[in-house]
T-cell receptor, first 118, second 110 residues
Framework: GAVVSQHPSWVICKSGTSVKIECRSLDFQATTMFWYRQFPKQSLMLMATSNEGSKATYEQGVEKDKFLINHASLTLSTLTVTSAHPEDSSFYIC??????????????FGDGTRLSIL | DAKTTQPNSMESNEEEPVHLPCNHSTISGTDYIHWYRQLPSQGPEYVIHGLTSNVNNRMASLAIAEDRKSSTLILHRATLRDAAVYYCILGASNTGKLIFGQGTTLQVKP
């Protein structure tokens, strides 16, 4: 149980294009989803918290107009990297937390999306 | 957000127990202690979490100090598949956010 699917797993695109990444909770309802970014040999960096039906909360230093997050249903959140440039190339990972309390619930992670901007 | 301190790397022999330490001296009374691990090119995998009492599951055991300022993840019999980066994280009691540190890279030798 508690499976999170991320799509696509790998994407290569030209500079200036927008890329959408999907994060789905397959067997549970996720009221809250999180988006992370990870550069090579570094730890995960939290980008934003997404709650179903409301605007995402972005961490300090993350441009909300560049990284658009939509969480329109209890099983789907999307991250769109707008006008992507080579410096946006990274490993993007989502996680989902089910309904209920906060810190007493584990997060379930997708397998990540490797984004390469040429 | 309360921080954790872990050794950068540890080594273990296959089939032997592994004790991964974590210090979290600024933990608040309602913060849960979470452990995740990450294999290369994959998302993190939940391992175990707890509040005050020691916890056991099929993957590992979590031993929490009485003052909660430190904890230890115990892998009872390390296998080659346990080689990963292990993250000890305090779950923020008000937001549930997980702020990842650098973690411990565990190498398991055959």
């Amino acid at each position: 149980g508690a499976v999170v699917s991320q799509h696509p797993s790998w994407v290569i695109c030209k500079s200036g294009t927008s890329v959408k990444i999907e994060c789905r909770s397959l067997d549970f309802q996720a009221t809250t989803m999180f988006w992370y970014r990870q550069f090579p040999k570094q730890s995960l960096m939290l980008m934003a918290t997404s709650n179903e039906g409301s605007k995402a909360t972005y961490e300090q230093g993350v441009e909300k107009d560049k990284f658009l997050i939509n969480h329109a249903s209890l099983t789907l959140s999307t991250l769109t990297v707008t006008s992507a440039h080579p410096e946006d190339s990274s490993f993007y990972i989502c996680s989902a937390r089910g309904q209920g309390g906060y810190s007493n619930q584990p997060q379930h992670f997708g397998d990540g999306t490797r984004l390469s901007i040429l | 957000d309360a921080k954790t301190t872990q050794p950068n790397s540890m080594e273990s022999n296959e089939e032997e127990p592994v004790h991964l330490p974590c210090n979290h001296s600024t933990i608040s009374g309602t913060d849960y202690i979470h452990w995740y691990r990450q294999l290369p090119s994959q998302g993190p995998e939940y391992v175990i979490h707890g509040l005050t009492s020691n916890v056991n599951n099929r993957m590992a055991s979590l031993a929490i100090a009485e003052d909660r300022k430190s904890s230890t993840l115990i892998l009872h019999r390390a296998t080659l598949r346990d080689a990963a980066v292990y993250y000890c994280i305090l779950g923020a009691s008000n937001t549930g956010k997980l702020i990842f540190g650098q973690g411990t890279t565990l190498q398991v030798k055959p």
